[in-house]
């Protein structure tokens, strides 16, 4: 049976994680199992302690009657990757990021962590599963991780409407306001249609994705844009960059700190040959 890892840190960073992985489990008709981890040295009363406000948080919760709880030990970014693996888990979903303002700038959070090692995508829960998913804008650079991310949306929102947008910064060459320079027929956005249309070729593609639209601009300002046109219910994106699809992309890592709304984050799917090292 299909399996959703809903992962929680008890604080109100958390709220929504269960509710939406229920939501989630009763489209893909899976199980939830909901986790929270502990240090490996803390004392079993307190690991207690945490598996009973799981239960609470369960019994208040609609729908969690078939939901199981466990404490985990260990590090999360090492603990939640591995249960999920264990579990063939479709779907971890997790909640926001604590900010720590120096941390934060010098090395990857716990939530990065936890979605770069994990085998499944992630979905980071943001907003109250009463708010169903029926909108999709999806961020896109035309490579397999983003495939992955709207194939994955249309399978866990399928009556939403698909959108995607490629934001593009142009050059400061093509910047520049001269007669020959038209920003839509410059060089750098026909390079973006041509690459734009091999990828819709590629298979994978959720058959009613409405045609990417390439907006020349910065991605935080189209994306800004395009969420207030369209109030958008999910979000998502590909993890990786471009030139390496297994790190996170620098937008990837700024939209999971801050998600606007509820964010989907994808990889590239495993080849077979990396399916059988792992």
Not at 65 to 86: F, K, M, T
Request: with cysteine; hydrophobic share 45%.
């Amino acid at each position: 049976m299909t399996t959703i890892v809903a992962a929680s840190d008890l604080t109100e960073r958390s709220q929504h994680v269960l509710a939406r992985a229920i939501a989630l489990a009763e489209t893909l008709k899976a199980e939830v199992i909901f986790v929270h981890t502990a240090p490996r040295g803390m004392p079993e009363l307190r690991v207690e302690a945490a598996r009973a406000r799981l239960q609470e948080e369960c019994d208040l919760t609609r729908g969690a009657g078939g939901v199981s709880v466990e404490v985990l030990r260990g590090r999360p970014e090492i603990a939640i990757p591995e249960r999920a693996a264990q579990a063939g888990a479709a779907l971890v979903v997790l909640g926001l990021h604590r900010p720590r303002a120096v941390f934060d700038l010098l090395r990857l959070t716990t939530l990065e962590r936890i979605v770069l090692r994990a085998p499944a995508p992630a979905i980071v829960a943001h907003t109250p599963p009463d708010r169903p998913y029926r909108n999709v804008l999806a961020a896109v650079d035309f490579n397999a991780a983003d495939r992955e991310a709207l194939r994955l949306a249309q399978e866990i929102a399928p009556g939403a409407a698909l959108h995607a947008i490629h934001a593009l910064t142009l050059p400061l060459r093509e910047k520049l306001p001269t007669p020959a320079n038209e920003p839509l027929s410059a060089p750098s956005v026909q390079e973006a249609r041509a690459r734009c249309e091999a990828w819709l070729r590629e298979p994978g593609l959720p058959a009613g994705l409405n045609p990417p639209e390439i907006v020349p601009g910065g991605l935080h300002e189209v994306l800004s844009f395009r969420i207030e046109e369209l109030q958008p219910e999910l979000l998502a994106i590909g993890a990786g960059m471009r030139a390496n699809e297994d790190r996170l992309g620098n937008y990837a890592r700024d939209l999971m700190r801050e998600p606007p709304t509820d964010l989907l984050v994808a990889k590239p799917p495993l080849q077979p040959d990396q399916e059988k090292s792992s």
